[in-house]
């Protein structure tokens, strides 16, 4: 089955620095890759996502890169905010299958004021 | 904008008993999900809906059970709850199969004593 890994477990930044969260998956297979934000308390919310057909997708602060050949994906969050702090998840999934979705073990990240 | 809702947000019970947890999308959403968040485990999948009247098992499915009497709720219960499954469990919704566009609800943190 798939596999995705998540790295790193937790990240600290200055505020108005760069974060950048990567992960990795196995299964050549997934073509769909999420990205949620879970503030404490909260759900995950989706932030962006990226299809295997597009190498970069960006939206505002946020930006996604895909690079199918490695299978590794990455999130970066530019000029970085006190209330970007939260845990956030990448998933790879294989949109054919309804149950074919796995989620990384999550990033906490802390924007130092 | 409701979108989706669970409840009970808390819950204690005791080893043996039961409960049913509720699940409700005001999105008219197919797709309906049953999570698990465990520390350090990301999300698991317990049981999943592609429409109103069926459930599969996802990857964590032993002692759980579910139903889909309606399109917009989707019921996960528990017949004699472990201290094992004590967790938060998140429930979410999809217009698109393979959790695409998905919208989480605010979860349901459980504790089996």
């Known amino acids: 089955g798939e596999n995705v890994e998540q790295h790193p477990s937790t990240l600290s930044v200055q505020e108005g620095d760069s974060a950048v969260i990567k992960c990795t998956y196995s299964d050549s297979a997934s073509n769909y890759f999420p990205w949620y934000k879970q503030e404490l308390g909260k759900g995950p919310q989706l932030i962006i996502d990226?299809?295997?057909?597009?190498g970069e997708k960006k939206d505002q602060r946020i930006a996604v890169t895909l690079n199918k050949t490695a299978k590794h994906f990455s999130l970066h969050i530019t000029e970085t905010q006190p209330e970007d702090s939260a845990v956030y998840f990448c998933?790879?999934?294989?949109?054919?299958?309804?149950?074919?979705?796995?989620f990384g073990t999550g990033t906490k990240l802390q924007v130092i004021p | 904008n409701a979108g989706v809702t669970q409840t009970p947000k808390f819950r204690v019970l005791k080893t043996g008993q039961s409960m049913t947890l509720l699940c409700a999308q005001d999105?008219?959403?197919?797709?309906m999900y049953w999570y698990r968040q465990d520390p350090g485990m990301g999300l698991r999948l317990i049981h999943y809906s592609v429409g109103e009247g069926t459930t599969a098992k996802g990857e964590v499915p032993d002692g759980y059970n579910v139903s889909r009497l309606k399109k917009q709720n989707f019921l996960l219960g528990l017949e004699s709850a472990a201290p094992s499954q004590t967790s938060v469990y998140f429930c979410?919704?999809?217009?698109?199969?393979?959790?695409?566009?998905?919208?989480f609800g605010q979860g349901t943190r459980l504790t089996v004593v």
């Open positions: 998933a790879a999934s294989d949109s054919g299958g309804y149950q074919k979705v796995t």
């Open positions: 990226i299809r295997s057909n597009v």
């Open positions: 999105m008219n959403h197919e797709y």
């Open positions: 979410a919704s999809s217009s698109a199969q393979g959790l695409t566009e998905a919208f």
